[in-house]
């Protein structure tokens, strides 16, 4: 995730950013590009830094009120354009390698709510306090530009103790919050979270998913999701594809390439589905292909699971989307 927000907060503050960049070990050139990925010690140490400079013990909540969702990548042009929140959630989850690689974001459900937890990996640098209040407060801000008022949570819970009073939080984040949770959460009431939202648009949608997938293989071109959705694109034409199968290809078992591709923040159905979305929306941009064609290539047992399958990525028929 880029740096940008935490540079406009500190400059607030009257901190000189490129200096505490420095003093983490990070070259402040790198800082300023729009795609650089950043160690994951170096970033922590920065944000370290940055918090005792300000002395806020909200520092982290001040940063997430500037994301906006450029700031995400594609990510953020994808979660804008979802036809639901709860499409918005599930593309945040698909890419939120995006956001971090330090650790993982999965779509939960309990008790009438739906939403997002973290879910840290072995590898995980532990990010500080202040780091986590900026993502969770960012992801609040941009799912508010996707859905306006219906995005506001039904509650968003907290690993760390309060600091703040509550009510500080409630005017925030505006709805409430819970402290020292088993995972951070960001909760909404189910059944609003599935009410299609007018301004959506699945065309857009979907081409940002293209942008994020690209971005994500080219940041870790051997990474196992890369080799899967290599080896699929290879399979998918003959039908001849299935997760066993794959995992045989990698020399490995079927458990250690979900556990794998877990880690990476993806599963391989994922991967599946997002490598048959954008294969079919270039055919039929192509327009060179039959929909009969385009599903056989794709690996689809008939037309029909096709159109399915492209109903539930886009919110359309391919015919609809043509048209």
């Given at each position: 995730?880029?740096?940008?927000?935490?540079?406009?907060?500190?400059?607030?503050?009257?901190?000189?950013?490129?200096?505490?960049?420095?003093?983490?070990?990070?070259?402040?050139?790198?800082?300023?590009?729009?795609?650089?990925?950043?160690?994951?010690?170096?970033?922590?140490?920065?944000?370290?830094?940055?918090?005792?400079?300000?002395?806020?013990?909200?520092?982290?909540?001040?940063?997430?009120?500037?994301?906006?969702?450029?700031?995400?990548?594609?990510?953020?042009?994808?979660?804008?354009?979802?036809?639901?929140?709860?499409?918005?959630?599930?593309?945040?989850?698909?890419?939120?390698?995006?956001?971090?690689?330090?650790?993982?974001?999965?779509?939960?459900?309990?008790?009438?709510?739906?939403?997002?937890?973290?879910?840290?990996?072995?590898?995980?640098?532990?990010?500080?306090?202040?780091?986590?209040?900026?993502?969770?407060?960012?992801?609040?801000?941009?799912?508010?530009?996707?859905?306006?008022?219906?995005?506001?949570?039904?509650?968003?819970?907290?690993?760390?103790?309060?600091?703040?009073?509550?009510?500080?939080?409630?005017?925030?984040?505006?709805?409430?919050?819970?402290?020292?949770?088993?995972?951070?959460?960001?909760?909404?009431?189910?059944?609003?979270?599935?009410?299609?939202?007018?301004?959506?648009?699945?065309?857009?949608?979907?081409?940002?998913?293209?942008?994020?997938?690209?971005?994500?293989?080219?940041?870790?071109?051997?990474?196992?999701?890369?080799?899967?959705?290599?080896?699929?694109?290879?399979?998918?034409?003959?039908?001849?594809?299935?997760?066993?199968?794959?995992?045989?290809?990698?020399?490995?078992?079927?458990?250690?390439?979900?556990r794998r591709l877990r880690r990476e923040g993806t599963t391989y159905q994922g991967l599946l589905d997002a490598t048959r979305r954008e294969l079919a929306l270039d055919y039929l941009r192509q327009g060179r292909h039959s929909l009969a064609d385009i599903a056989f290539l794709l690996g689809f047992t008939d037309q029909a699971n096709f159109t399915r399958a492209f109903?539930?990525?886009?919110?359309?028929?391919?015919?609809?989307?043509?048209?």
């Amino acid at each position: 995730m880029t740096t940008a927000p935490l540079q406009e907060a500190l400059h607030d503050y009257g901190i000189e950013f490129a200096a505490l960049a420095r003093r983490a070990g990070v070259d402040p050139g790198l800082l300023t590009r729009p795609n650089a990925r950043y160690p994951a010690a170096a970033v922590q140490k920065l944000w370290t830094l940055a918090a005792a400079e300000s002395g806020d013990p909200l520092f982290g909540f001040r940063v997430g009120n500037r994301m906006r969702p450029g700031m995400f990548h594609a990510l953020g042009l994808g979660i804008v354009s979802s036809t639901s929140v709860l499409a918005a959630l599930k593309r945040i989850e698909r890419y939120s390698s995006l956001l971090s690689t330090n650790g993982r974001i999965v779509v939960v459900r309990e008790d009438g709510l739906v939403g997002l937890e973290t879910r840290p990996h072995e590898r995980t640098v532990t990010p500080t306090t202040e780091c986590v209040d900026s993502i969770v407060v960012g992801v609040c801000r941009v799912l508010e530009q996707c859905a306006g008022p219906s995005a506001i949570p039904a509650k968003v819970v907290f690993m760390r103790p309060r600091v703040a009073p509550e009510a500080t939080y409630r005017e925030l984040l505006r709805c409430p919050v819970e402290f020292d949770g088993e995972h951070i959460a960001i909760l909404f009431d189910a059944v609003a979270a599935e009410q299609p939202i007018l301004t959506g648009n699945p065309e857009l949608a979907a081409e940002a998913d293209r942008l994020a997938a690209h971005y994500i293989e080219g940041m870790a071109p051997d990474s196992t999701a890369a080799k899967v959705r290599s080896l699929l694109l290879k399979a998918m034409p003959s039908g001849e594809f299935d997760q066993d199968g794959i995992a045989r290809s990698l020399n490995q078992s079927a458990s250690t390439l979900q556990r794998r591709l877990r880690r990476e923040g993806t599963t391989y159905q994922g991967l599946l589905d997002a490598t048959r979305r954008e294969l079919a929306l270039d055919y039929l941009r192509q327009g060179r292909h039959s929909l009969a064609d385009i599903a056989f290539l794709l690996g689809f047992t008939d037309q029909a699971n096709f159109t399915r399958a492209f109903r539930r990525w886009t919110g359309k028929t391919p015919r609809e989307f043509l048209s």
